[in-house]
């Protein structure tokens, strides 16, 4: 199975992209997000942007493909039912983005463009700002990892965090306190408890902490 995408960055990063049939202005935003509460205030944030325009209309998906609790929701905003929502919802998910919103604004060109015209036009917008976010690198794939930490003293955690990316250990934090804890994601516990013995002399162990999905640079 394909992997999950979406955008670099955390909650809030965003790319658009604009696309014109027949006149119609159709303006695509896609824009990272972790609740239906964020997507709603994402598709205001549009809405007053571009007041004058004739309709907004969205699509997300919240939450690993596969898992039970994913969430998916579309709004066609005055179009023909199906026509808007739904294509641009089957372009999210045909690309198998997740954590995602889009939301595309149409100026309307004076041109009717008919049911099937529509559905072209609200797919193919997400389809290109999709393109437009991977062409400037701005993707990432989700994973379910697990997830350790491992406590270093602060003279040596700059090095040792440097030697694990290098070997393409997935770092996701660091805390300083009495000492410095590195936040460590991997998919392969003993190749990883191999690597921190090497890194360290053997003068760290890990401490595993659970699960997480995590944003994993695409190879």
């Known amino acids: 199975m394909a992997a999950d995408l979406t955008l670099r960055g955390g ?9 014109e049939v027949k006149r119609s202005r159709f303006l695509c935003r896609l824009v990272r997000i972790e609740s239906e509460d964020a997507a709603r205030a994402a598709i205001d944030d549009a809405r007053k942007e ?11 998906v919240i939450g690993p493909t596969g898992t039970p609790d994913q969430v ?13 929502g739904r294509p641009m919802l089957e372009a999210l998910t045909g690309r198998g983005f997740v954590d995602c919103l889009a939301v ?4 309307f060109g004076g041109t009717l463009l008919g049911a099937g015209g529509l559905v072209r036009a609200y797919s193919e917008s997400v389809l290109s700002t999709i393109d437009q976010a991977s062409s400037l690198g701005m ?3 989700r994973e379910r990892r697990e997830l350790f930490t491992l406590t270093l003293a602060h003279a040596d955690a700059g090095r040792i ?3 694990l990316r290098q070997r393409g250990v997935l770092v996701i934090g660091t805390d300083y306190a009495q000492n410095a804890l590195l936040h460590l994601a991997d998919d392969d516990a003993e190749r990883l408890t191999a690597i921190v013995a090497h890194v360290t002399a053997g003068g760290a162990q890990l401490e595993a902490g659970g699960h997480e999905w995590v944003d994993v640079e695409r190879s």
Do not use: I, K, Q
Not at 11 to 19: D, H, K, L, N, Q
């Open 11 to 19: 909650v809030g990063s965003r790319v658009e992209a604009e696309t």
């Open 50 to 60: 571009h007041w004058a325009a004739r309709h907004h209309c969205s699509a997300f």
């Open 72 to 84: 998916r929701r579309s709004n066609d905003d005055g179009e023909p039912s199906g026509t808007a």
């Open 104 to 107: 595309v604004t149409r100026y």
């Open 139 to 141: 993707l990432v794939e």
């Open 161 to 163: 965090e440097a030697e």
